[in-house]
């Protein structure tokens, strides 16, 4: 069983109860005979029944009727949207209790582990698309409480495109690939997206997002989490305080560059699928804190924004993120189908101590989850799949329907009885009975947008303000990938005059490269989402200012910097390696937490100047640079003659350096370096000793050259490498 060195969470997963209440279901090949779905032995699975060695088959061969029956059912329709995803089981601790504001039971105990099984996913791509598409990436948490689960249905980006879930179908088929000729597969760069987007100026604060690097993550394990609409938490006292959930990556937030993304796409389409399982297989179990910003109720209207309006933030400054819990994936599931695919979340289902808000966004869901179930799984019994059961039993009057797998005895199935004794019994609120907050409602039936949502624009800008500036560089380069791949110029140059209102030196960067000229005032109106009977202007956006002009926690620079854990390290070998430098630095960086891989002209093993041998494992054939975080070239005459000869070493080295990576090399293997097309890009100085310049570390002593490297390995990229000096890969 894997065991969880840093964390001190015991990792005894029999105590896990979720993982305890699937285990009857599983099922064991080993030792096994084969046999019917009915049970009958099978003596040959390799020959269908016939009317002589050349005859037909026979419609009685049960056998492979019912193979081939099955087979034939064995897909279901895949999600609408967040079709690509993986998961993971694990558990979830509060640090301390949080009864001043929330009854939640599992929110209450830090001696209570709670079980939680988790989905990560990307939008718009199908079932099979790459993992490394632009896009946002949905962050789904099941807690398995003792009252009940709870869904946190949340995504790596705090906002989202829309205001009102009346415009989610149209969001979708916009971004889904047009259906004309089903192109593009898991992109946004087309036509029907950015025409959407360029009429809904809503949108713009999540375009930020959208556009830059958190859309291309490094790792599942590398992203925030957040739950996006202002829910509520609810106390024992019955008073209630608005809450926005937060989860933090404990290795930080990191991204890739958008061509190795591209280039990952092809390389290893599964990469983020990998990097959880392979993580979770080897004991780096990945770790999230979960956050809360609390807003008392009389706090509701403080803020120069709607906390109702899910395309806004609560900046990091205003209202603080209190860490309040930790969660620890710990195992992989034991089938796709049967829980990945199969798990079932919905906002909608809560716990006393936790409420919804009035978010029209947040309104619709509840409505859509539960829905999407019975087309996706089949019929109202979806929450009796093993991995959508509550780890407490269900007792209330539903019954029947398609798959049922509960046996309900007895006559009784209504409420109120008196021949089943009254049960199953109604809860009072002291007994664990969810009661919904008493929120007063005072109005009259419309169907509006509040003018507290018409201010589209200031957070936009303070996102864009708030980036460093590689940063700022990838959203312009981002918006001029995907609105170069627009065929309408009329859209672009809608898009051009909704970016000049966020920000003009956006604008300008992004007209430069597609060859426009940005418009001075934007075409009116700018919204042209609106009733049939409004007046227009009614729905224009306002304009204002916010309060904050940047706001640190938006920009990824700031992630914490200080591990290289579980980054992946390539050394590139041949025969005739100077095996003590390469030991040297692999001890240091697997030391360190960093995983090694030796990468040579062949698979099997290098001989070493030393004649031993060392295992080798990918060749150049199997391996890229786009699938590794940093790259290493240990000396030795015979090896560093092979690989400057190597023409994909080389290439693995130009694409490590425009990809902003750390690059390290004994000084005798410096004529690997001069081989590469950056090396004239390099300080003058730079063959010195023991040198560390934009992630480039060339030393003599393989002890200080892992020091350095480590220190560059844990900075992830030195984008300043990137403007100037631009590297052909
Ligand atoms: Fe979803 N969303 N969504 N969504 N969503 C689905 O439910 C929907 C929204 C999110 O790993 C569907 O079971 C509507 C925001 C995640 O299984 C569907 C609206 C956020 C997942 C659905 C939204 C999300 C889904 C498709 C606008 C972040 C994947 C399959 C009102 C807070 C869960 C399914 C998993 C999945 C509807 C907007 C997150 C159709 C109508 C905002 C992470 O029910």
Same mark, same amino acid.
């Given at each position: ?41 099978? @003596? ?62 599992? %929110?209450?105990?830090? #001696? %209570? ?9 990307? =939008? ?27 869904? %946190? ?5 705090? &906002? ?11 969001? =979708? ?7 004309? $000729?089903?192109?593009? +597969? ?77 280039? !990952? ?28 910003? &609390? ?46 695919? +199969? ?14 808000? $009035? ?37 209330? $009057? ?9 046996? $309900? ?57 708030? +980036?460093?500036?590689?940063?700022? @560089? ?10 170069? *791949? ?29 060859? %426009? ?33 940047? #706001? ?8 914490? *910097? ?23 630095? *692999? ?7 960093? &995983? ?76 690997? !370096?001069?081989?590469?097309?950056? #090396? ?6 730079? #063959? ?7 992630? &480039? ?33």
């Amino acid at each position: 069983m894997a065991t969880n060195k840093d964390s001190e969470i015991p990792v005894n997963q029999s105590d896990n109860t979720k993982l305890a209440h699937l285990e009857p279901y599983k099922e064991e090949a080993a030792g096994e005979f084969m046999n019917t779905n009915h049970g009958v032995r099978i @003596n040959d699975d390799q020959n269908s029944l016939k009317s002589g060695e050349r005859g037909s088959s026979l419609l009685e061969d049960f056998i492979l009727r019912e193979k081939i029956t099955h087979f034939d059912h064995e897909r279901i329709p895949e999600r609408v949207v967040h079709a690509r995803g993986s998961g993971a089981h694990g558990v979830f601790k509060v640090y301390e209790s949080l009864s001043s504001i929330t009854k939640a039971n599992f %929110l209450l105990d830090p #001696s %209570l582990e709670t079980p939680v099984f988790v989905r990560f996913s990307t =939008v718009a791509g199908s079932r099979g698309s790459t993992d490394l598409a632009r896009d946002v990436r949905g962050f789904a948490v099941k807690f398995y409480t003792q009252e009940g689960n709870f869904d %946190l249905v949340g995504n790596n980006m705090p &906002v989202f495109f829309i205001q009102d879930a009346i415009k989610f179908p149209d969001l =979708v088929h916009a971004v889904k690939p047009e259906p004309d $000729n089903e192109i593009p +597969q898991a992109a946004s760069a087309h036509d029907t997206f950015w025409d959407f987007i360029s009429l809904m100026p809503e949108s713009a604060h999540m375009i930020m997002w959208v556009m830059s690097d958190r859309a291309i993550p490094r790792s599942y394990r590398m992203m925030e989490g957040f739950g996006v609409h202002t829910f509520r938490l609810i106390n024992a006292q019955g008073e209630s305080n608005f809450v926005k959930f937060h989860w933090k990556p404990l290795l930080g937030v990191h991204s890739v560059a958008w061509d190795e993304a591209q280039k !990952i796409s092809g390389k290893d389409p599964d990469f983020h699928r990998r990097d959880l399982w392979d993580a979770i297989e080897s004991g780096n179990f990945p770790e999230w804190e979960l956050g809360i910003q &609390v807003v008392p109720e009389a706090d509701e209207h403080k803020f120069d924004f709607d906390l109702l309006d899910s395309t806004k933030i609560i900046p990091e400054e205003l209202v603080p993120v209190q860490r309040i819990g930790k969660m620890t994936l710990n195992r992989n599931p034991d089938n796709f189908f049967a829980e990945t695919e +199969q798990v079932a979340f919905h906002i909608g289902h809560v716990v006393p101590g936790i409420d919804f808000t $009035n978010d029209p966004l947040l309104q619709g869901r509840l409505f859509s989850y539960t829905d999407t179930q019975l087309i996706r799984l089949g019929g109202p019994n979806f929450q009796e799949i093993p991995i959508n059961r509550p780890v407490v039993s269900v007792h209330n $009057n539903q019954r029947d329907g398609y798959m049922r797998q509960t046996i $309900n005895r007895g006559k009784v199935s209504y409420s109120p009885n008196s021949l089943g004794d009254g049960a199953p019994y109604q809860a009072k609120a002291q007994e664990g009975g969810y009661t919904s907050y008493p929120e007063k409602i005072e109005a009259r039936k419309v169907r509006a947008r509040s003018k507290s949502f018409l201010d589209h624009f200031s957070q936009a800008r303070l996102f864009f303000n708030s +980036q460093s500036d590689p940063e700022k @560089n990838h959203i312009i380069d981002a918006l001029s990938f995907e609105l170069g *791949k627009v065929k309408t110029v009329a859209i672009r140059e809608r898009m051009l005059g909704i970016l000049s209102l966020i920000d003009k030196s956006l604008a300008s960067g992004v007209g430069y490269a597609l060859g %426009l000229t940005v418009p001075q005032q934007p075409e009116q109106p700018i919204n042209h989402s609106f009733p049939a009977d409004a007046d227009p202007n009614d729905y224009q956006p306002v304009m204002t200012e916010g309060k904050l002009t940047t #706001s640190a926690a938006l920009s990824m620079a700031n992630t914490p *910097k200080d591990s290289i854990k579980t980054r992946k390290i390539a050394f590139l070998a041949a025969d005739g390696v100077n095996e003590k430098s390469l030991n040297a630095v *692999k001890s240091a960086l697997t030391d360190a937490g960093a &995983v090694v891989e030796i990468i040579a002209p062949h698979q099997g093993f290098i001989i070493s100047e030393n004649d031993t041998q060392i295992a080798v494992d990918y060749s150049f054939l199997n391996a890229a640079s786009v699938l590794y975080d940093a790259v290493y070239v240990p000396g030795g005459t015979n090896s560093v003659a092979s690989i400057e000869a190597e023409a994909d070493a080389v290439h693995f080295l130009n694409e490590a350096f425009r990809h902003c990576k750390p690059i390290a090399a004994d000084s005798s293997a410096m004529q690997v !370096i001069e081989a590469t097309y950056f #090396s004239s890009k390099l300080p003058a100085d730079f #063959s010195d000793k023991n040198v560390l310049r934009e992630g &480039v570390v060339i030393s003599e002593s393989a002890s200080e050259l892992a020091d350095k490297f480590i220190l560059a390995i844990a900075m992830h990229r030195f984008w300043e490498r990137e403007k100037p000096r631009k590297v052909p890969s």
